[in-house]
């Protein structure tokens, strides 16, 4: 398993700061409640002035889809900044049904089309939404979120059973599908800005770091792969951070 119960035991906390800088709702959705369906993984999440992350809430379940749209809402209603979900299977569905919801309650949608820019803060009646597309399978999208786990970069306010179960007992090559861990990685790679780099030349992290990105995170592995030197390319990739002076860490991937 990725993460380890001690890394979530020493970092718990009964409360999170009262003046957070940032709350999402992360969802990994799902498309109905029939006993064989997946759960739908909703997580909120909040970061601090100083960038730590702390796990708010796991809202996940086997849902329907307006259960988690309308939970989602309501946290935007009372103080979450927006919404980031994942696409690939759901497609727009998450995104038009948060808007009819939104609506009713006299609420707008704000889709942020370039993913390099930050995710605003809390504006009354708006909802930003973050659609993620991912290429990378959900143990590689859980890896460098793990290694923030393991810094001290996390913290879980009160405890959240299902999840921690999940994220210490699911293998990365496990068939079943950990929807609760992937929409909370998912929600901390937003609030800790970490952008994954498996090109073949670091345009992309240029690019990320420059847009304002905390970590990049290059898969290492999967550039030795393909014939590349992996480890070469984070040290190219550091020596850019420092001859740009750009405040981005690389927190290395395999």
Known sequence: ALWKQEWLDSRRVACAPHDLDLVVVSIDPSQSDKADADEAGC???GRDNYGAIYVLEDLSGRQTPETWATAAVDRCEHGAAGVVYERNNAGDMPRDLIKVIAAKRGMR??????????FPRHVKGVIHIRVVTSRQSKGSRAEAPAALYEQGGVHHVGTHSALELEMTTWEPDGRKSPNRLDACAQGVSELAGIRAESRRD??????????????????????????????AMVATMVEMLDNYD?????????
Not at 109 to 118: A, G, Q, Y
Not at 220 to 231: A, S, T
């Open 109 to 118: 949608i704000n889709v942020l089309e370039d993913d390099r820019v930050p």
């Open 43 to 45: 997580a909120v999440l």
């Open 246 to 254: 750009y405040p981005a860490e690389v927190l290395v991937a395999s």
């Open 202 to 231: 670091n345009r992309g992290a240029m690019l990320a770091a420059k847009a304002g990105a905390s970590y990049l995170s290059p898969f290492v592995g999967r550039l030795d792969d393909i014939g590349e030197d992996g480890m």
